[in-house]
């Protein structure tokens, strides 16, 4: 089995703080882009969003390492509005430096070259569906995910 191996069922939590040694985080959601967090000594923490196939956005930022500044994971109000892209977030469930099975995650990150010699962006993922610590990054290839997504409806 290779160390990149993704069986098993995943964490339900991944809490970045309580981290002390480096990792890699493979975090899935109902689309085909998957992203990835990696924390080295060397680095600190950043992140990559591996784009997917379908008619995932992309963005001039993707399948390359950011410093991250700031992660914040929201859960969902799904009384009003079944479709979890449309829902608004829990004003009382919002929780930084946390990754969590159900919810929404903003990734906030740094490129360099920018005004005052860096600019800030940001990701918005779906809601995540799967968590797997890995013990290095998979090949280019096996990246993003290949099966098990659903396709964004027009206009979305």
Same mark, same amino acid.
């Given at each position: ?63 390359? &390492?950011? *410093?991250?500044?700031?992660? @914040?994971?929201?859960? =969902?109000?799904?009384?009003?509005? #079944?479709?979890?892209?449309? $829902? ?33 962006? &940001?990701? *918005?993922?779906?809601?995540? @569906?799967?968590?797997? =610590?890995?013990?290095?990054?998979? #090949?280019?290839?096996?990246? $993003? ?12």
């Amino acid at each position: 089995m290779n160390d990149h191996s993704q069986s098993g069922a995943g964490l339900e939590r991944f809490d970045i703080n309580a981290q002390r040694d480096p990792f890699i985080l493979r975090i899935e959601s109902t689309s085909s882009t998957v992203y990835y967090l990696r924390a080295t000594d060397e680095r600190g923490l950043e992140v990559m969003r591996a784009t997917g196939l379908g008619r995932s956005l992309t963005t001039e930022g993707d399948n390359s &390492w950011h *410093r991250v500044t700031k992660i @914040t994971s929201y859960g =969902l109000d799904l009384s009003g509005e #079944p479709d979890p892209m449309k $829902a608004t977030f829990k004003d009382d469930d919002a929780e930084p430096w946390v990754i969590r099975v159900g919810a929404v995650h903003v990734y906030e990150y740094r490129v360099p070259g920018g005004f005052a010699d860096t600019t800030d962006y &940001w990701w *918005r993922q779906r809601p995540v @569906t799967r968590l797997v =610590l890995l013990g290095e990054m998979p #090949p280019e290839v096996e990246r $993003a995910k290949t099966e098990g997504y659903v396709e964004r409806p027009e206009g979305v």
